[in-house]
């Protein structure tokens, strides 16, 4: 019987800790998440040994991540992303192209050339497709402080973000979907795959954002619209999965943009929050503090650590700074903008969190990944401070 209830006290522990951690982090200046990261790491088998990962915390981990893809769905502004024009979507093009380059040549220089298509050179790929998200949320606040959000640079960072995380989500979906088809499909076939199911998800939810507007209309502001609209995440994260292998926090990004033009966004995205921010996402992000393990670590990998983080960095002021240059900004708002990109946070998480799903990913690569959101969110404010300092 104490076996079968253990559960709860590893949930109590768990949230506990992983609270006291995140508040701790929000105190010195770090991410919160990155608290709750180290409160998993602190628990788990790297550390205490506290609490062991169970299929149990697995599965709330899960419907974390599916409830914050579908958050970030929810927060997408259509009206921006049409507005923003070319400059920040060629900006986001380059910012995604070049990290994702950077990161296969970088993991293969580790451990190994590999011709296009072989395991290696998919994980290498995958490496490239953590390093490609954008986390903006530290830049939006650094730029707010020194009174230049609004600004054409600071406009074109966030609008550039934005675009960021919908290529992202389509480079994620695509590469998954070419490891995790076990060679019976094609490229071709992957591809029409994911078209498929962009092209079904979307024309099929012109009509459900249809129904939800008129059951909006209804009962505005009543609990029954966000436990629909959730319902409708699940299941179509449940059909991506299921009949176009494709990965699950792709279908709840899909629903959260289908309802992001609902009257009742805001309500529903709050109401969303209060599950996910109390249980879902610390299971999810302690979650990956209690996978990663310092077993492995050796002088490769501590060399990699580092060699992730300054490729990471360099590839986003290289990528999005050199295209910004070319659009006609000058050299100082060009940096501006590469330094504004170079914050990751949970979409690197979720990522991460995905390859090891599919065996893309060992635990021991998760280091770099929190190494890199740790180093980001500390550098990007410091850095952009300076660059805004008058001579």
């Not at 079968?4 to 995140?22: E, H, M, Q």
């Not at 009742?264 to 995205?269: N, S, T």
């Not at 504004?340 to 979720?350: D, F, P, Q, Y």
Request: charged share 15%.
């Amino acid at each position: 019987m104490e076996d079968g209830v253990r559960y709860l006290l590893d949930l109590a522990i768990i949230l506990f800790t992983a609270k006291l951690f995140s508040i701790g982090g929000k105190k010195i200046g770090i991410p919160e998440v990155v608290g709750e990261i180290l409160a998993g790491l602190l628990l788990g088998g790297a550390v205490l040994g506290i609490v062991t990962e169970s299929d149990f915390l697995s599965k709330l981990a899960e419907i974390g991540v599916i409830m914050l893809m579908f958050e970030a769905g929810l927060g997408t502004n259509l009206k921006e992303l049409k507005k923003s024009g070319l400059k920040a979507t060629l900006i986001a093009c380059m910012g995604v192209l070049v990290p994702i380059i950077l990161g296969t040549v970088l993991f293969m220089c580790f451990y190994g050339f590999d011709a296009p298509g072989s395991e290696r050179f998919n994980k290498g790929l995958f490496i490239g497709t953590i390093i490609s998200a954008t986390s903006v949320s530290i830049t939006v606040a650094a730029l707010k402080e020194l009174g230049k959000l609004n600004d054409e640079v600071g406009t074109t960072i966030v609008s550039a973000a934005i675009i960021d995380d919908v290529i992202g989500i389509i480079v994620l979906t695509i590469v998954i979907g070419l490891a995790g088809n076990d060679g019976s499909d094609s490229v071709g076939i992957v591809l029409l795959k994911v078209v498929a199911f962009f092209a079904i998800a979307i024309g099929t939810g012109f009509f459900v954002f249809k129904g939800m507007s008129w059951l909006d209309q209804r009962f505005t502001h009543q609990r029954r619209i966000p436990i629909i609209s959730l319902c409708y995440c699940f299941a179509l994260s449940y059909l991506a999965e299921t009949f176009f292998n494709i990965a699950d926090i792709t279908g709840a990004y899909v629903a959260g943009v289908v309802l992001c033009n609902l009257a009742d966004r805001d309500y529903i995205e709050r109401r969303i929050d209060i599950s996910s921010y109390m249980i879902f996402a610390p299971i999810f992000f302690a979650g990956i503090g209690l996978k990663t393990t310092f077993g492995s670590m050796n002088a490769t990998l501590i060399l990699f650590c580092i060699s992730f983080v300054i490729v990471s960095l360099l590839g986003k002021v290289i990528g999005c700074g050199l295209c910004a240059k070319a659009l006609g900004f000058d050299k100082k708002d060009s940096l501006r903008i590469g330094v504004g990109m170079m914050t990751r946070g949970e979409v690197a998480l979720i990522t991460a969190q995905k390859g090891l799903a599919v065996g893309l990913l060992t635990a021991d690569f998760f280091t770099p990944v929190i190494l890199l959101i740790l180093v980001s969110s500390v550098v990007t404010p410091i850095l952009l401070k300076k660059l805004y300092r008058e001579p």
